[in-house]
C-alpha cells in the first residue's frame, strides 16, 4: 500500500481548517491513516468525496494510546450513523463518513461550543500560556543585554524569540477572539463561528518559514567560526533529545501504564536526561576554559 | 454551572430528556427524537453522548442498565422539573404570543 507523509502546519484550535483540508485531500485520493508528532501520513488511493469531521473529546489523553470505555462508547455511536474513527492527537478525534451523510456528528452548536472550551482550557491553551510567558520573560531578560552590546547574532537570537511570542500569541489571542464571537453569535440565536482561516494559515507559514531561515542563518553570524559550529553541535543535540523523549513516551504509552504513570515517566526521564545533559555540557565548557 | 447551562434547553436537550421519561439506550434516543419530531430534530451521535455526560453528570438522568457497551438511562426526578420547567416556558412563550396577535396587549 502507497502512503504519503506530509508536514501539516496547524492549530489544534481550528477544527474546520483541519476539516476542510483532509476533505481537500481526500478528493486528490489522499486519506489521513495516521497522525504522528512530526508528519500526517495518508493512504492514496482512488480520489473520493469525503466528509472528515473534528471534534474533542475530554477523556482522552496523549499519555495513553488505550481508549477508555467512554471513548470507546462515543466512537460506537458515532459508527452507528455511519462515521468511522480515523484518528486521534491528544483530544483531538477525527472521523470519516460519505460526503452525502447528512447526519452531522455533533448537532448542537451550543454544547459542542461548551466541549471545545472544556477541552482547551484543560491543557492546550494552558501549555500555550506558559510557553508564552516563558518566552516573554527570557525576552524581556535579553532586551537590556542587546541594547548595552547590539550585535548581529544576539539580534537575530532575540527576532526567533519575538516570532515564537508573535505565533503563540496570535494563537492564543485568535482563540479568544473565536470564543467571544462564538458566544456572541450563539446568544443571539446564531451558529458556532467557523475556526481557521486561510489567512491565520498563511501567517503561520510565514512566521515558520521565518524561523526556519533565521535558525539556519544564526551561525553564520557568529564572527568566531567555531561559535557557529557549536550553534549547530547544540541544535542537533536538542533535536536529538526532542527525538528521543518522543520514542520515550511512544515506547512507555505501549505499556499500559496508567495513565499518570505514563506523564510522571515521560517528565521524569526528559528532565532527568535535560540535567544531566546540561551538567554534562557545563562539565565539557569548564575543562576547556 | 449547571443552572446557567439548563436555563433554556435547546431542542436537543429538551427531546433527549423527553424521550428518557421511559427507560431508553443511547443509540435509540435519536431513532425516537426523529420519529416524534418527523425528522425536523436530529441528535448527531456526538451531540448524544456529549449530553447524556452532561446529564447524568447533573444529575438530570441515572444510568440503569449497561450490557456490553449498550447503556441505558432514565429520568431523574430533577430532570422531570428541568424539563417542567422548559414546557411551562414554552407554554408562556406560545400564551404570549396569541395575546398579542388578538390585540391583548392594545
Known amino acids: 500500500m502507497k502512503t504519503k507523509k506530509i508536514f501539516m502546519l496547524f492549530r489544534y484550535t481550528n477544527f474546520k481548517d483541519i476539516e476542510d483540508r483532509l476533505n481537500d485531500y481526500a478528493k486528490k485520493g489522499l486519506f489521513l491513516q495516521k497522525i504522528t508528532k512530526y508528519y500526517w501520513e495518508f493512504k492514496v488511493d482512488e480520489p473520493k468525496d469525503l466528509k472528515y469531521t473534528v471534534t474533542y473529546f475530554s477523556d482522552s489523553s496523549m499519555y495513553d494510546s488505550n481508549k477508555t470505555e467512554n471513548q470507546l462508547t462515543y466512537i460506537e455511536y458515532a459508527n452507528e450513523y455511519g462515521y468511522e474513527f480515523v484518528e486521534q492527537l491528544d483530544k483531538m478525534q477525527i472521523f470519516v463518513t460519505d460526503a452525502d451523510n447528512q447526519i452531522m456528528l455533533e448537532t448542537d452548536d451550543r454544547e459542542k461550543f461548551e466541549n471545545i472550551k472544556a477541552c482547551m482550557g484543560k491543557s492546550y491553551i494552558r501549555n500555550i500560556s506558559i510557553i508564552l510567558i516563558v518566552f516573554l520573560l527570557s525576552l524581556s531578560s535579553q532586551i537590556s543585554y542587546v541594547l548595552n552590546s547590539p550585535d548581529t547574532s544576539t539580534f537575530i537570537s532575540l527576532s526567533i524569540m519575538s516570532l515564537a511570542i508573535l505565533y503563540y500569541g496570535n494563537i492564543l489571542v485568535s482563540y479568544i477572539l473565536w470564543c467571544k464571537r462564538s458566544e456572541k453569535s450563539l446568544q443571539n440565536g446564531g451558529v458556532l463561528i467557523s475556526s481557521g482561516s486561510k489567512l491565520s494559515r498563511l501567517f503561520d507559514k510565514t512566521i515558520y518559514a521565518l524561523i526556519i531561515a533565521l535558525v539556519l542563518l544564526l551561525p553564520l553570524s557568529y564572527s568566531d567560526l567555531s561559535e557557529g559550529v557549536t550553534y549547530y553541535l547544540i541544535f542537533i543535540q536538542v533535536i536529538f533529545l526532542l527525538l528521543i523523549s518522543t520514542k520515550f513516551l511512544n515506547y512507555i504509552k505501549t505499556k499500559n501504564f496508567k495513565r499518570n504513570t505514563v506523564r510522571f515517566l515521560y517528565y521524569f526521564f526528559t528532565y532527568t536526561f535535560m540535567l544531566l545533559y546540561l551538567i554534562g555540557m557545563t562539565y565539557t565548557i569548564s575543562k576547556f576554559i | ?106
Open chain 2, 1 to 106: 454551572m449547571a443552572r446557567d447551562k439548563y436555563q433554556t434547553l435547546t431542542e436537543q436537550m429538551f427531546y433527549i430528556l423527553l424521550c428518557l421519561e421511559n427507560e431508553c439506550c443511547g443509540i435509540d434516543i435519536t431513532k425516537t427524537v426523529n420519529e416524534l419530531t418527523n425528522g425536523r430534530v436530529i441528535v448527531g451521535p456526538g451531540t448524544l453522548y456529549n449530553l447524556l455526560e452532561a446529564f447524568q453528570k447533573d444529575k438530570m438522568i441515572v444510568e440503569t442498565k449497561v450490557e456490553g457497551r449498550k447503556r441505558s438511562y432514565l429520568i431523574t426526578e430533577q430532570g422531570k422539573e428541568l424539563l417542567k420547567k422548559e414546557y411551562e416556558r414554552l407554554i408562556s412563550l406560545k400564551s404570549d404570543y396569541e395575546k398579542f396577535q388578538n390585540g391583548g396587549l392594545v
